[in-house]
């Protein structure tokens, strides 16, 4: 929810329109106990569900690691595993692309941000073509050519404010 209204939120500040939140199916999957449980020590934690909103759409992701398109946001066998967050993406990958055939003509996003816009990378390629986020801990190219090879419309830095002001990768955004 909170990723959905964050999109929302960047939609309008945009003037675009956005996916309304009726249009996708939700989906919770119980037993998510957050990315950093297993090394937190705090095992008194409950957990809590983790929740797939889909809108039906078809989409293609690819991250550099491997180059393999997959089809769909979603890597559902993820669910299976103690970090359920990995449904969201596969993970954390340097630069993963997100495409959006239904979104023709919509434009490109360049986002760059930390994991956790793992799960706001799928709202926001529900209004562009293309989504590209790019994850500065891992991403160690030029940005500048990036930005120039692929004639993004807009650039979105998405971080968590705790992340944001700590990363010392930012650096690599000359």
């Not at 037993?31 to 039906?56: A, C, H, M, N, Q």
């Not at 690819?62 to 769909?72: K, P, Y």
């Not at 990036?146 to 955004?173: H, K, P, Q």
Request: contains cysteine; aromatic residues 14%.
């Amino acid at each position: 929810l909170g990723a959905y209204l964050g999109y929302q939120a960047y939609m309008q500040s945009l003037g675009r329109d956005y996916t309304a939140k009726e249009s996708f199916a939700v989906t919770a999957h119980d037993g998510f106990y957050g990315s950093t449980y297993s090394r937190s020590g705090l095992w008194l934690t409950k957990s809590e569900p983790v929740e797939i909103w889909d809108s039906g759409k078809e989409f293609t992701v690819t991250n550099t690691e491997t180059n393999e398109a997959h089809s769909g946001l979603f890597y559902e066998d993820r669910l299976n595993e103690l970090d359920k967050y990995t449904v969201y993406l596969d993970g954390n990958h340097s630069l993963v692309r997100l495409h959006n055939p239904d979104a023709a003509g919509q434009g490109k996003l360049l986002v760059i941000r930390d994991s956790f816009s793992n799960c706001l990378g799928g709202f926001l390629a529900d209004s562009y073509e293309t989504v590209v986020l790019a994850d500065l801990r891992y991403y160690r190219q030029s940005l500048s050519e990036l930005v120039a090879e692929e004639g993004f419309d807009r650039i979105l830095i998405c971080y968590s404010l705790g992340n944001f002001m700590t990363d010392t990768n930012m650096v690599w955004l000359r």
